[in-house]
């Protein structure tokens, strides 16, 4: 839920090495008011956004956003963790900022975004995991 009429929903995955060291490995962007999904062309892994038409969001409501991660493959190495990191803005410092400039407009009001994590609620995170041989 957020407190405001839209927002920015930033979804980053890395791989963190034992000493810290993040190496990105994909990021993707949804808006808030574009949260609709195509069923039929949705999968579990990749949520189909038509990005047809806004849909309102009222402030405080509880809504389910789908974001996929681009399909990757990656080995995490023993001792590596994985990050997923969810954010509202860029930063100037962020990998793909640094790459190729594109930024995103926020909305430039301050908004409480409120992540659910519960029986009723249960935000996930779904993983495609290819079996040692």
Known sequence: SIDQEDTNWIVKMCDVDKDGTELPLGTNYLKASHRALDKKKSTPFQPYHPHTSSEPVVPGEIYEYALELL???????EGHRMKLEIVSMESP??????????????????????????EEYPS??????IPKK
């Open 124 to 129: 996930h995170l779904l993983l495609s995991v």
């Open 93 to 118: 410092r962020d990998w793909e900022m640094v790459m190729h400039f594109h930024p995103h407009l926020c909305s430039s009001k301050t908004t409480v975004h409120k992540i659910y994590r519960d």
């Open 71 to 77: 399909p990757m493959s990656h080995v995490f190495r």
